[in-house]
């Protein structure tokens, strides 16, 4: 498995709807990401951008066309098979964090192992080494409340990192943090990327996407550019 690509989409249409209200929300979308790489998605909104990240993270299938995430073609499977390769293969991290307050930072990046069948000892020491990979193993006795939104994203992207996913998926992970707090994630970000580990990203702030190593630009459900970019000097 290890020689194929992350990711890896062949003329991926969308379709919702049918006749008259039919809504093409992809066109034809061609995608390789290697392994290792660290790519941003971006695109005004009604782009498509968000239609093709349910597909990459395994949450709908498309229509026409092929998507294969390291090797694995995601088109034929069925609904229970989509969620347990969304445990095992993607991590995501979302722009409202989706903690749960009633636990603890550690008991939250646990919670894919809990699911997983993961015992006790061993979430405990893979949680914690997340949470230190982060820069916040001293808080990890703290609930969501007692944490400010920066800390709350990185307790939510050591969460993704928890089960070593193959892809690591951010939709807008910036979006509700100040300047220090994004300066904070972003550093994370690109600590995972030196690891050579799969990012994929969407956003709409220029200053996220210069962090990446390659710049996909979707709109009217189409790529409409594709570039590769000298990562900004951190």
């Known amino acids: 498995m290890t020689g194929h690509p992350a990711i890896e989409l062949v003329d991926v ?3 919702y709807g049918n006749g008259e209200n ?3 929300a992809l066109r034809g979308i061609d995608l390789r990401v290697e392994r290792g790489e660290y790519l941003a998605i971006m695109g005004p909104s009604g782009s498509g951008k968000s239609t093709l990240m349910n597909i990459l993270g395994c949450l709908d299938v498309p229509t026409h066309g ?3 995430l390291a090797g694995e073609d995601i088109g034929t499977r ?3 098979e989509l969620a347990r390769i969304r445990g095992r293969s993607l991590g995501f991290v ?3 964090f989706n903690l749960i307050p009633r636990m603890t930072a550690l008991a939250n990046v646990a919670l894919p192992l809990a699911y997983a069948g993961v015992s006790r000892a061993e979430q405990r020491d893979r949680a914690t080494a997340a949470l230190d990979r982060v820069g916040l193993a001293a808080r990890a006795e703290h609930r969501p409340a007692e944490l400010s939104g920066g800390q709350q ?3 939510a992207v050591a969460r993704a990192l928890v089960t070593e996913p193959t892809v690591i998926l951010a939709d807008e992970p910036t979006g509700n943090l100040d300047s220090a707090s994004t300066e904070d994630v972003l550093t994370v970000f690109d600590e995972i990327a030196d690891a050579h580990r799969t990012i ?3 956003t709409h702030e220029e200053e996220v996407a210069a962090r990446a190593d390659r ?3 979707v709109g009217d459900g189409l790529v409409v550019a594709d570039r590769r970019v000298t990562r900004v000097a951190r």
């Open 78 to 80: 069925s609904d229970d």
């Open 66 to 68: 092929s998507y294969r």
């Open 215 to 217: 710049v996909l630009v």
């Open 94 to 96: 979302f722009q409202s």
């Open 13 to 15: 249409h969308q379709v």
């Open 153 to 155: 994203q990185r307790v």
């Open 22 to 24: 039919q809504v093409h």
């Open 200 to 202: 994929v990203v969407i």
